[in-house]
C-alpha cells in the first residue's frame, strides 16, 4: 500500500487563537478545506493537519474527545533542516504563546527540542546529522 499524503486531525478549543499561533510559525494555511469549524494548516507538499474545533472534531469520532492539556494520545513529529531550525522554531513558539515541555537533546544521530501549542498539543522537532 502507498499513501500520497498524510491529514493529522487535532482538535483545539479555539480555532481563531491556533491559527494565530501556527501563523506566527510560519505556516499558512488552505483555504479550501478551511472555514468556521477547520482549518488546514500546510506542513509541506504532502503533510497536512486539520485544526478542527472541538464540537466538529467530536463529529468524526464516536468516543469522547479529550483534552490535551491534561492527556497525551500522539506526539507530532517534524523534521528539521538543522538544529538552528530547531531552536527557532522552538523559540517562535514560545513567544506566541506555546510552552517547552522540556529541555534540547543531543543524541549525536539527532537534535530535539520541541513545544507544546496553546491547546497542549505536543510537537516535537528534530534535526539528524549528516551521515557520513
Same mark, same amino acid.
Given at each position: 500500500?502507498?499513501?500520497?499524503?498524510?491529514?493529522?486531525?487535532?482538535?483545539?478549543?479555539?480555532?481563531?487563537?491556533?491559527?494565530?499561533?501556527?501563523?506566527?510559525?510560519?505556516?499558512a494555511?488552505?483555504?479550501?478545506?478551511?472555514?468556521?469549524? +477547520?482549518?488546514?494548516?500546510?506542513? $509541506?507538499?504532502?503533510?497536512?493537519?486539520?485544526l478542527?474545533?472541538?464540537? =466538529?472534531?467530536q463529529? &468524526?469520532?464516536?468516543k469522547?474527545v479529550?483534552?490535551s492539556?491534561?492527556?497525551?494520545a500522539?506526539?507530532?513529529?517534524?523534521?528539521?533542516?538543522?538544529?538552528e531550525?530547531?531552536?527557532?522554531?522552538?523559540?517562535? +513558539?514560545v513567544?506566541?504563546?506555546? $510552552?517547552?515541555?522540556?529541555?534540547?537533546?543531543?543524541?549525536?544521530?539527532? =537534535?530535539?527540542?520541541? &513545544?507544546?501549542?496553546?491547546?497542549?498539543h505536543?510537537?516535537?522537532?528534530?534535526?539528524?546529522a549528516?551521515?557520513?
Amino acid at each position: 500500500m502507498t499513501n500520497k499524503k498524510i491529514f493529522v486531525n487535532i482538535a483545539v478549543k479555539d480555532l481563531k487563537r491556533a491559527n494565530a499561533f501556527f501563523t506566527a510559525l510560519g505556516y499558512a494555511f488552505n483555504p479550501q478545506f478551511s472555514d468556521e469549524n +477547520a482549518t488546514c494548516m500546510i506542513v $509541506s507538499d504532502d503533510i497536512f493537519v486539520m485544526l478542527l474545533a472541538d464540537k =466538529y472534531f467530536q463529529t &468524526f469520532t464516536p468516543k469522547a474527545v479529550g483534552d490535551s492539556t491534561k492527556t497525551t494520545a500522539a506526539i507530532i513529529c517534524l523534521q528539521c533542516e538543522s538544529r538552528e531550525d530547531v531552536d527557532a522554531i522552538v523559540k517562535k +513558539a514560545v513567544a506566541a504563546g506555546g $510552552s517547552t515541555y522540556n529541555e534540547a537533546k543531543d543524541h549525536g544521530f539527532m =537534535y530535539q527540542h520541541g &513545544f507544546m501549542d496553546p491547546d497542549g498539543h505536543i510537537w516535537e522537532l528534530v534535526a539528524m546529522a549528516a551521515q557520513g
